[in-house]
Structure formats: C-alpha cells, structure tokens
C-alpha cells in the first residue's frame, strides 16, 4: 500500500485559474471565485433592497393616506399590511443588510486583504450563496400562497406566530421559518469560512496585528453571528413543533411560556445588530483613514473596542423586554449592560473623528458618506442610550420612536456604511471608476431625504404613535400627528427616488467607466497591490509579502505620502527616496 | 517568497478542516446549548414533570449511552489505523462506527415507537415536547455523523490519500456523543 501523505497535496491555485475558459455557468452562476460570489451577494442585496424599499413604501403611504388605493399596489387591509411590516423588516436585515455588509464585503475583502488567493473552502462558499438564494425565492414566494405572507412581525412574537389560527396565516409564517433556517445555515457556512481563511490563509508577514480594522471587524461579526445564533435555531425548530405537531413551547394554554421565544429571538436580535454594524464601521474606519492621509487613530484600541462590543452584545438582548413582563430584577442588569456597551463603540467613533484631526482631507464621494456615517450613527447612537435606560424605554416602548431609533442607526450602518465601501471598493471589484459628480448628488440627496423621513418619527413615537398600527387616524390623539405622517411619507419616496443616481451610476460605469488603476485611491492595504479588477487566483505568480500595518499614511522620510503594505523597505531605499 | 506561500498553501486541508470543525461545534454547542437551556429553565419552573420523565426507559438510555461511547472509541481507533496507515483497520473501525451509530439509532426508534404507543406523543405536554425536541435534534446530528462516516469509509475504500478527514469527522463525531452526555442524566435520571 502507498504511503499515504501526512498532507494531501493540494492543486495549485494558480494552476487551478490557469485552466482560463470556464464557460458561462462556472464563471458567472456557480462560481468558486470568491470575487464573483461577493458581486452574487451584492446583487441579492440590491434586488432585495428594492422589494424591501417597495414594501417600505406600501406601508408608509397606508400610514400616511389610510384606506386609500396606494398607486402600483392596491387597497392594504390591515392583514395585508401585517404582512408588509413583517417582510419588510425581515427582507431589510436578512437579505439585505447581511448579504451587502457581510457576504459581499466579507468575501470580497477577506481574501484580498489578508493576501491569500480564495477563500479556505470555495465550494462551500458557492454553496453558502446558493442557499442564500433559495432562501430569497421561498420568502419572496410567501406573498403568492394561499393565506399570504408571514403576518406575525419580523421578531415572530409567540403565542401570536405559534398557531395558524391566530394569524390566519399558515403555510406563510412555516415557510417564513424554512426561509430563515436557511439563511441561517447559509451564513453559518459562510462565518466558518471566514474565519477559517482569515486564521489559515494570511500571506506572509501577515500577522493578526497588521490585518486592516474592517477584517478584525467582519471576523468579530462572524464570531458573535456563530454563537448567538444557535439559541433561535433551537427557537425556530420549537415554533415550527407548535405549528405542526400542536406542541406548546411558546403557547401558555399547554403550558408552554410566550417568554421563552422572545428570549431566545432576542438571544440572537441583538448580537445581529452588531454583525450588520461591525462590517459597515469597519468600511467607513478604511475609507476615513485613506483619504485623510493619516494612520488611523487608536489602531490596537479600535480592536480591543471591537472585541469588547462583541462580547458585550452577547449579554444585552433582554433590553427588548423591559416591559414584555420578564422578572423586573432582570431590568438593572440589562439596562446596565445595554448602557455599557456604547463605551466601546463611542471609543472607536472618537478614533474615526480623532483620525480626521489634522489629516489632508480628500472629499471623494466615498469619504462623504464615510462622514455622513459618523454624523447619522452618532445621532441613532444617542437614541440608543435614552432607549436602553429602563425608565425612558418603558415610556416609549412600543412606539414609533423605536423605529425611528433603530432605522436612524441601522440605516447609517446599512445605506452610509453600505455605500461607503461601495463607491470604495467598486474600482477593485469592477474595474471602473464611478462617476464621481453623479455619487456626490447622490450622498447629498439621500443625506436630507434620510434625516426628513426618520428624524420627524421621533416626534410621532413621542406624540404617542403605536408600531405595526394600519390606521393611525383611528386614534383621535393621533390626528394632531397626522401631518407628520404625511411630510415623512414624501420624504420615505423621495429617499427612494434619491438612489437613481446610484442606479444610473452604478449600471453605466459597470460598463463605460473610466478604466481603473491598481490603485486609484493611494491605499495601502493589500487589495489595492492586485489588479484591477483581479484575476481569478488574485496576485498571479507571487502572493505579496507584508512588512507593515495597514495604515502608513503620510510616514516621515518618504517621498510619497503612503506606505504599501507589501514595501520592502530597507535602510538604503528609504535614504533614496529622501 | 513564493516558497513560503506555497508551503502555507500545503499544509492547509488538514488544518482548515480541523479549524473550521471547532467553529461547527461552537456553534452547535449554542443550538443545544439554547435547548437544553430552555429545557433546564422551564423545567424548575413547572414542578411536574417528573411523573412523565419516569416513563422513560432508564436501562434503555443506559445500553444507548454505551453504544454511543464504544462508538466514539471505534472512531478514534479509526484514526489510530489511519496513522499507521492501516487501511483495512481504518475500513474496519469506520464500519464499526457506523453500525454503532445505527444500533443506537435503531434503540431510540424502539424507544419512541412505544412511547407514541402508550400516547406519549410530542403534543401530550410539555416534558414530551422537550424530550423529543432534544432526542430528535440529536438523532438528525447521529444520521449526518453516520452519513459522513460512510463517505469516509467508501473513500478509504480507494485509498487514504484523505484520510486527515478521519480526524476531522471524529472531532464532530465525539461531539455528538457528549452531547447525549448531557441529555441522558437531563431527561433519564432526573425523575
């Protein structure tokens, strides 16, 4: 019998991308290539986005016009809107926010930036997209079956999600469930992957402590999406034993306890604000250090601060429950804990400020929706503390000023973060530069049409405007806050309408865009040593070797004002450039 | 340069494989960890359970935690052969994993059979919803952990030029098995 080796030879990479031509379907469909899956994932988010923003839309002209036929959808009863919230909220964080901020810029930036060639398992990862996709068609699939979409709100409250009669709604919210135990599955495949890669596959000299933030960031949301999780997939397996078998895990009549689910959704609710954040700061803490010119301020501390928000994130979930009637001694502790956890992030916001100190400011378009997200998240951060504070929260639990908290800031993370590492990234992933007077309109229109619809749904929630209500005028206090409805429903369209330019930037520099260098923007990280856009095995013959910290900005003695990462640079070459 | 990249290249499939598992199991640890963990509070919330629990076969459990155990220690021999480049030991000993893991599947279909028998079905209270949500979520890990070990036996079939998976699928596997750690004293020996 032959020796079997102690490793198995792995086939080259490099000799893997030189078998070139691989047809339509490998290259463009069921792609290993970590670049293309990132581009699959961005496009999922992007239509998925406009079914979200659609339904967004629905729902803000019933709350502003109620009962009225809403132009390119129909009359909305209140089941139908039921629906609407649910999906919208559901589509929003898991098919768009995760795909964008973790998939696409997860496996798009993790190999490029810790220099390795792919990802530690490429078929899985085309394997973690594809379940994805599926999981996109069953939720879309939903508001075509008998009994409509899943009605019972995104978090899935029990006993209300744990019996087909009390929503009406049947194969709906079991479908819903599947959608979510696949997106689940997907993203726990794609967060092994991640890590895997990132612990195994760094080039050489690459060590933790020169990876850039945005990768410490992705690899920290992957880690706290692992482990909190596992406790709603355990919740979603027990919801749909009480759709289906008749159990009573969540239903108090077979005495089960309705508490039990909200603990275990929030178990996980939480810990996920802080996957879709991590990756969208991480973008803006990239972009904020390239274009002042400055390394960044507080490297190991914005780690450490990432760090302490995940561990932190795990232990703040019952702050959704302040009034769902858990033991009150519970809300001191969480209230605490909640409070506590805006220490690190105000740390790593100081840093982003602190590095613009100072620094030759270049005000490209991604720079100003870098600034445009510290501004919008210090803003939703705020409300945050008010809500995490028991005795604030249990007055406005339940409110429109929830919403109005948790948009201000998750948007900032989704739409500025988001659009941050687009306009930034898209000359490496496409090749082109993007219009830059088109992306400038674009930051400006979608900067006021963002604060116009979500800062005035502070003053509806405080004027007393309940969440996941169809018809608000059915309340007689609620007509003094009538018109505000009706000034953030145009505003919601016009934010809508503010993402043509992008539309149109987007498509037609994909495909006439200025023709983009290695390096357009001066960077030091490891992606921008690659060409643009990359081939498939990334750096052709060589993997580049590091020798610094991602951020060598402006170093003394240089003649240029930056450092690559992969710059040998000895005594002699640094006298030379003086 | 290129030499360095290409022996961390090299030496990747054993290693990415035996990182990746560890993140698996982590995050299964919290899936059974947020079951058992609601079993755990519901169950000091509701004094009585306990008439229910003692319908369970405790001796059954017994020969069952057995089987599981042997199991496990089948599949590190298994692992021991492939060091020593044993192929037929490894063929043996996956093949004996695999069986175990059937006849612990087979004991617990026994067990769930006349169970429904007596009425005893998941929708007849709380303690049974619980006890076939964990039972069943540590079956459906038993039949993958026998799925992968069949791929496995079927590959050392035409050689162990792959064999590290052996230890990979032993990590997970062993897994399985403290979890039914856990769920025996849980659900048999806590009447």
């Known amino acids: ?578 | 340069m290129t030499r360095m990249a290409a022996v961390s290249e090299q030496s990747a499939p054993a290693l990415r494989g035996k990182i990746a598992i560890w993140w698996v199991i982590a995050s299964e640890v919290m899936i059974f960890g947020g079951a058992v963990g609601s079993y755990i509070m519901a169950r000091a919330a509701s004094p009585g359970w306990s008439a229910e629990a003692a319908h369970l076969s405790t001796s059954l459990a017994t020969i069952n935690t057995f089987v599981l155990l042997t199991s496990s220690m089948t599949m590190a021999m298994a692992f021991a052969a492939y060091q020593k480049d044993d192929r037929r030991g490894v063929q043996k000993f996956l093949l004996l994993t695999i069986l175990l893991g059937l006849a612990f599947l087979g004991i617990k279909a026994y067990e769930y059979t006349s169970h429904i028998m007596e009425g005893a079905a998941p929708w007849s209270g709380p303690f049974w919803a619980f006890y076939y949500l964990l039972t069943g979520l540590h079956a459906l890990h038993i039949i993958a952990g026998v799925v992968v070990n069949f791929i496995l036996l079927l590959a050392a079939g035409s050689g162990l030029s792959t064999g590290y998976r052996i230890e990979i699928a032993g990590l997970y596997w062993h897994f399985v098995d403290i979890v039914w750690i856990f769920l025996f004293p849980l659900l048999y020996l806590s009447h």
Not at chain 1, 222 to 247: C, H, K, N, Q, Y
């Open chain 1, 1 to 578: 019998m032959s020796n079997p080796p102690r490793v198995a030879p792995s086939p080259s990479p490099v000799a893997q991308a030189s078998h070139g031509e691989r047809g339509f379907w490998r290259t463009f469909i069921f792609s290993t290539d970590h670049k293309t899956i990132a581009k699959q994932y961005l496009s999922l988010g992007i239509f998925m986005a406009f079914v979200g923003g659609y339904l967004a839309y629905v729902m803000r002209w019933q709350l502003a016009f109620p009962d009225t036929s809403i132009p390119g959808f129909g009359f909305v009863g209140p089941e139908t809107y039921n629906a609407i919230v649910t999906n919208h909220g559901t589509i929003m964080v898991f098919f768009v926010a995760m795909p964008i901020l973790l998939g696409s810029f997860g496996n798009f930036l993790i190999p490029l930036m810790i220099g390795a060639r792919d990802m530690a398992f490429p078929r899985l990862n085309m394997l973690s997209f594809w379940i994805l996709a599926v999981s996109a068609l069953i939720i879309l699939t939903t508001f075509f079956i008998p009994g409509g979409a899943a009605s019972a709100g995104w978090t899935g409250y029990a006993p209300l999600s744990a019996r087909a009669e009390y929503t009406g709604v049947n194969w709906g919210i079991n479908l819903w469930l599947l959608a979510h135990a696949l997106e689940f599955a997907s993203f726990l495949m794609g967060g092994v992957n991640f890590l895997t890669t990132a612990i195994t596959m760094r080039a050489p000299g690459m060590t933790f402590f020169r990876l850039p933030l945005v990768i410490w960031q992705l690899l920290t949301a992957s880690v706290i999406f692992l482990l909190s999780v596992g406790p709603l997939i355990a919740a979603a397996v027990m919801l749909l034993m009480d759709r289906l078998l008749e159990t009573s895990f969540f239903v108090p009549e077979g005495g089960g306890d309705p508490m039990l689910w909200e603990h275990l959704f929030w178990f996980f609710g939480h810990p996920e604000v802080y996957v879709i954040l991590l990756p969208g700061l991480g973008a803006a803490l990239e972009v904020l250090a390239v274009f002042s010119r400055k390394p960044i301020f507080g490297y190991r501390w914005i780690i450490y601060s990432t760090i302490t928000t995940g561990v932190l994130s795990m232990i703040v979930w019952a702050h959704h429950m302040f009034v769902s009637g858990m033991d009150p001694r519970l809300v001191m502790p969480f209230s605490i804990s909640t409070i506590l956890i805006s220490v690190p992030i105000a740390l790593i916001i100081f840093s982003m400020i602190l590095t613009l100190w100072k620094g030759s400011i270049r005000l490209t378009t991604p720079m100003l929706w870098a600034l445009g997200f510290i501004v919008m998240f210090i803003l939703g951060g705020l409300t945050g503390i008010v809500l995490g504070s028991a005795p604030a929260n249990i007055q406005v639990h339940g409110t429109y000023f929830v919403v109005a908290h948790f948009h201000t800031v998750l948007l900032s993370v989704v739409i500025f973060g988001g659009f941050t590492g687009l306009y930034f990234w898209f000359p490496k992933m496409f090749g082109r530069m993007m219009n830059e007077p088109l992306g400038k309109l674009h930051f400006l229109l979608t900067l006021i049409f963002f604060n116009l619809t979500f800062f005035p749904m502070h003053a509806v929630g405080l004027a007393g405007m309940p969440r996941r209500i169809a018809n608000p005028l059915q309340y007689e206090f609620l007509t003094a806050a009538q018109p505000l409805n009706v000034q953030i429903t145009i505003s919601a369209i016009g934010l809508i309408i503010a993402q043509l330019p992008f539309l149109i930037n987007f498509a037609w520099s994909i495909v006439a865009g200025k023709k983009a260098e290695p390096n357009p923007w001066e960077a030091a990280t490891l992606e921008w040593t690659a060409p643009s856009p990359p081939p498939h095995d990334n750096w052709g013959e060589t993997i580049p070797t590091v020798y610094r910290g991602p951020y060598e900005y402006s170093p003394p003695g240089v003649r240029e004002d930056y450092l690559p990462q992969d710059r040998a640079l000895t005594a002699r070459s640094a006298q030379e450039k003086r």
